[in-house]
C-alpha cells in the first residue's frame, strides 16, 4: 500500500520533470531563435535602411538636378526671348517649345500684359491634368516672387526654388523661377512617378532581403539552439537515468567545447557516485553479512544449550526434589534467558532476511478468524483478547508471517495497554483490514512515528526484559512483504491502534517471481508456552 | 501432544541422528534419550549411511549441513531403497532447503535451534502414521488401499510408500471426493498445529501421485482442487 503509493508519487513527478524539462528546452531554443531574429532584423533593418536612404536621395537629387538644370536653360533660351508684356498665346507657344525637345516635365510661364492682368501660357493644357498656378503651392511662388537683395554673396535679384509635392499620391517635382528684369515667372512641374517606382522596387528588394535574413538567422538559430541543446537534452536524460539509480550512465564525449567539458564533469560525477555507492553498498553489505553470519554462528551453540536446557527444566517440574534449591533458581534463569536468547536470534535473522531480501511467501488459503483464535489460543491470550471478526473471512496470505504480525501487535498491546485487547476484523474492497485496539495510555507523539524502528524503545529508562526490541518492526516488514502496511495511531477514545491492512490474494505479489521458494514455517517465536 | 515417558507395552523407538557438530549431537542425543527414545548416532552422512545398513532404526534425524555428502544427498540415497521416516534438521535462513529437502524425501522437518519436546512431538507423529487403525479396503481404480495390512497395490502390485504418504492416501481415502485443505491435512497427517508449512502437504502429494498416478503431471485420482487444496476422486 505504502510502497504503491510511494510508486506513484514518483512516476507523477517523473512525468512532471519530462515536461518541465521539455518546456525549458523550448524555451531556450525559442529565446535563441528571438535573439538571432532580433540581430538579424536590426542589422537588416539597418543595412537596408541607410541603402535605401542614401539611394533615394541620390536617385532624387539627380532626377531633380537634371530637370531643374533643364528648365533654367529652357527660360534662358525662350521665357526671356519673350516681350515684356506677353500674351497668353505667345507665353503658350514658349511654353510649348520648352518642353518640345522630350522633356519630361510641364512648364507654366506666367506674366503680365500690357493692361496688368496676369496672363499664363501652360505647355500642359489638357482639360483634367492641365498644370496650373493652383498646382504650384503659395510658399513656393512667394519664394520665387520674391526679390532678393543684391550683395557680394548674392548676385541674382531672384531665384530658382523648387519643392517636392504629392498629388494624388503621386510625387511631384515643382520648380519656380522668374526671368531677371521684368521677364515672366515660370513654373516646371515634374513627375518624380519613375523614380518613385524605382525606390519603391528598391525598397521592395529590400524587405524581402531582410525577410530572407530573418528567415535564414531563425534557421541558424534552430541549427545553433541543436548543436547546444541536444547535447544538453542527452545530459538531461543521463542525469534522469543517474537519479533513478542506473549509476552505470555514462555520456559519449565528443569534441572539446564547453559542451563536452561538461558532458566530462558529467561522467566523473558519475563514476565517482557509482564509486561511492557500491562503497556505501558493500560495507552495508559487509555488515549486513555479519549480523547474518553472527546468528547464524550463534544458532549452533544455541541449539545444543536448547535441547540441554530443556532437560534440566524437566527435571525441575518432575519435582524430584534432587536438586539443590541454590541451583533451581539458577537453572530457571537460564532456562528462560535461553528462550529469550533463542528469539532473539530468530528475530535478528528475520531481519536479515528482509534486509537481504531472501524473505518468501509461502501462501495458502486460511480463514481469517480461525487463524486469529489459535494465535492468541496458542499463546494463552484467550481471556485478554476480545475477538470482533466473522468466521468465513477467507484469505490467500502466509499464515506464519500473519501470526508473526499478530503476535507482534497483540503481544505490544498486552504489554503496555493491558488487557482487554480488542481485535477486529474488517473487509475493506480488495483488502483485509485488522485493528488491534488496546486501553492504555496511548503512544506519545514524540515517539509515534518511531515505533516501527528497529531497537526504538520508547523510554531509556524501560527495563530490558520488554523484548527484543524487533518484534514492531518485523511486523512491519510482514506486512510489507504481502504488499499491505501497518499504521499505528492513537485512538480519540484512549489506547493506541495498530491498523493492519492485507491484500485479500497476496498471489499476484509470489507471480512474478516463479522460483519461490518460500519461507520454512516452524517454531515461531513465542510458541514455547504451547507444550501441555 | 507433549507425552511423558512410554507404556509399559509400547517397544522403544529406535532412532538414528545424523549431525556432525559434537555440542548439538550430544544435546539432542541427551533430550532424545530422556525423552525415552533409543538413539544411535552419526557425525557424517557416510557413518550414518554405514550405521542405517546396521541397526534398521525406525526413524532417522537427519542434519542438512554436513561434511561431505549433505543430508539432501543422504536423504535421497536412503529413498532409493528404503521407506523409512527421515526428519531433517534445516538452518531457517535457507529457505531452499526446506524445498530441496522436502523434494529429496523428507518426511517432516525441525528448524533449528530445535526444542527437545518439539523434535519429540515431530517423531513420534512421524511414527504413529505407520500405526493400523481400520480393517477394510478401499479400490480406486487399479489402486488398491489395504487399511488392514497398510498396503497400497496399483494393478497388484505392491507401492512401496512412506508411512507419510501412506497417511496421506489413508487420509484422501476416508473422504472420497472431499475437498481437503492443506491445515486439514496437515493437521489429520502431519499433526502440525496452525502454522504449518503447506509446502510439506505440496511436496507429499507430488512424491505419492509420483507412484500412484499412471501419468504423475495430469493426475486422475488426487486432484488439486484450486483454492482448496486436495482431493481423492471416487472411482469412476
Known amino acids: 500500500m505504502t510502497e504503491g503509493r510511494r510508486g506513484g508519487l514518483r512516476g507523477w513527478s517523473a512525468a512532471r520533470g519530462a515536461v518541465s524539462s521539455g518546456l525549458r528546452f523550448t524555451s531556450l531554443r525559442l529565446r535563441l531563435v528571438v535573439v538571432f531574429g532580433l540581430v538579424a532584423l536590426t542589422a537588416a533593418v539597418s543595412a537596408s535602411g541607410i541603402a535605401y536612404w542614401l539611394n533615394r536621395e541620390a536617385v532624387l537629387t539627380r532626377a531633380q538636378d537634371a530637370a531643374l538644370d533643364d528648365f533654367e536653360r529652357e527660360m534662358q533660351a525662350h521665357a526671356s526671348t519673350l516681350p515684356l508684356h506677353p500674351t497668353a498665346a505667345q507665353l503658350e507657344v514658349a511654353a510649348r517649345q520648352m518642353t518640345e525637345d522630350g522633356r519630361l516635365f510641364s512648364v507654366l510661364l506666367v506674366a503680365e500684359d500690357a493692361d496688368g492682368t496676369q496672363v499664363r501660357g501652360s505647355s500642359d493644357t489638357s482639360a483634367l491634368h492641365g498644370f496650373t498656378l493652383e498646382d504650384v503651392p503659395e510658399p513656393l511662388r512667394k519664394a520665387v516672387d520674391k526679390e532678393q537683395p543684391i550683395t557680394s554673396g548674392n548676385k541674382h535679384a531672384y531665384h530658382l526654388y523648387w519643392q517636392r509635392v504629392v498629388d494624388e499620391d503621386r510625387p511631384y517635382l515643382v520648380g519656380g523661377a522668374k526671368v531677371i528684369g521684368g521677364g515672366p515667372t515660370g513654373y516646371m512641374l515634374k513627375s518624380l512617378e519613375p523614380e518613385a517606382k524605382d525606390l519603391n522596387s528598391l525598397a521592395w528588394s529590400l524587405g524581402i532581403a531582410t525577410g530572407l535574413a530573418l528567415v535564414g538567422a531563425a534557421l541558424l538559430a534552430q541549427a545553433a539552439a541543436g548543436t547546444v541543446l541536444k547535447p544538453v537534452h542527452r545530459l538531461g536524460i543521463a542525469a534522469h537515468r543517474l537519479g533513478e539509480g542506473k549509476l552505470d550512465t555514462r555520456l559519449r564525449v565528443s569534441g572539446t567545447d564547453e559542451l563536452a567539458e561538461l558532458s566530462r564533469t558529467f561522467n566523473r560525477a558519475a563514476e565517482s557516485l557509482e564509486k561511492q555507492v557500491a562503497d556505501m553498498s558493500a560495507r552495508d553489505e559487509a555488515s549486513r553479512r555479519f549480523v547474518a553470519d553472527m546468528s547464524h554462528e550463534l544458532r549452533t551453540p544455541l541449539t545444543a544449550i536448547t535441547a540441554v536446557t530443556e532437560v534440566l527444566e524437566e527435571e525441575l517440574d518432575a519435582e524430584t526434589g534432587s536438586l539443590d534449591p541454590m541451583i533451581e533458581p539458577a537453572v530457571r534463569l537460564v532456562v528462560s534467558e535461553t528462550r529469550r536468547l533463542n528469539d532473539l536470534v530468530e528475530n535478528l535473522m528475520e531481519v536479515t532476511r528482509f534486509d537481504a531480501g531472501t524473505a518468501r511467501l509461502v501462501l495458502d488459503d486460511v480463514d481469517i478468524a480461525d487463524q486469529i483464535t489459535a494465535c492468541i489460543d496458542a499463546r494463552a491470550w484467550l481471556d485478554a483478547v476480545e475477538l470482533d471478526a466473522e468466521r468465513g473471512i477467507m484469505a490467500r496470505l502466509d499464515p506464519r508471517r500473519l501470526d508473526v504480525i499478530l503476535a507482534n501487535l497483540i503481544g505490544n498491546a498486552l504489554k503496555h495497554g493491558g488487557s482487554p485487547v480488542r481485535v477486529s476484523v474488517r473487509e475493506e474492497g480488495e483488502d483485509l483490514l485488522i485493528e488491534v485496539r488496546d486501553n492504555g495510555p496511548g503512544i506519545a507523539e514524540d515517539v509515534l512515528p518511531h515505533v516501527f524502528d528497529r531497537f526504538y524503545k520508547a523510554s531509556a529508562s524501560r527495563p530490558r526484559s520488554e523484548g527484543s526490541g524487533l518484534g514492531l518492526s518485523i511486523a512491519l516488514e510482514n506486512a510489507h512483504i504481502h504488499g499491505g502496511g501497518i499504521i499505528a495511531a492513537n485512538s480519540p477514545k484512549g489506547g493506541a491502534v495498530f491498523a493492519l491492512r492485507l491484500p485479500r490474494d497476496a498471489s499476484p505479489l509470489i507471480a512474478e517471481d516463479p522460483g519461490h521458494s518460500g519461507d520454512a514455517a516452524g517454531e515461531g517465536s513465542g510458541r514455547e508456552g504451547n507444550g501441555g | ?236
Open chain 2, 1 to 236: 501432544m507433549r507425552r511423558h515417558g512410554m507404556g509399559q507395552n509400547e517397544p522403544v523407538p529406535s532412532l538414528l541422528l545424523i549431525e556432525d557438530d559434537d555440542a548439538i549431537r550430544t544435546a539432542l542425543e541427551l533430550s532424545l534419550t530422556r525423552q525415552g527414545h533409543r538413539v544411535a548416532t552419526a557425525a557424517s552422512g557416510e557413518d550414518g549411511l554405514k550405521l542405517l545398513r546396521e541397526q534398521r532404526p525406525d526413524l532417522i534425524v537427519l542434519d542438512v549441513m554436513l561434511p561431505g555428502i549433505d543430508g539432501f544427498e543422504v536423504c535421497r540415497r536412503i529413498r532409493r531403497t528404503d521407506q523409512l521416516p527421515i526428519i531433517l534438521l534445516t538452518a531457517r535462513s535457507d529457505d531452499i532447503d526446506v524445498v530441496v529437502g522436502l523434494e529429496s524425501g523428507a518426511d517432516d522437518y525441525v528448524v533449528k535451534p530445535v526444542q527437545g519436546r518439539v523434535l519429540d512431538a515431530r517423531i513420534r507423529a512421524v511414527l504413529r502414521r505407520g500405526e493400523r487403525e481400520a480393517n477394510d479396503s478401499a479400490t480406486f481404480g487399479n489402486v488398491v488401499i489395504d487399511r488392514a495390512a497398510m498396503t497400497v497395490t496399483k494393478n497388484g502390485e505392491d507401492l512401496q510408500l512412506t508411512p507419510t504418504e501412506l497417511r496421506l492416501l489413508l487420509e484422501l481415502s476416508r473422504r472420497p471426493g472431499q475437498a481437503l485443505s492443506r491445515q486439514q491435512l496437515l493437521r489429520l497427517v502431519w499433526e502440525h498445529d496452525y502454522l504449518g508449512d503447506s509446502r510439506l502437504v505440496d511436496a507429499c502429494v507430488q512424491r505419492l501421485r509420483a507412484k500412484v498416478e499412471d501419468v504423475p503431471s495430469s493426475p486422475t485420482l488426487i486432484r488439486t482442487v484450486r483454492g482448496v487444496g486436495y482431493r481423492l476422486d471416487a472411482p469412476q
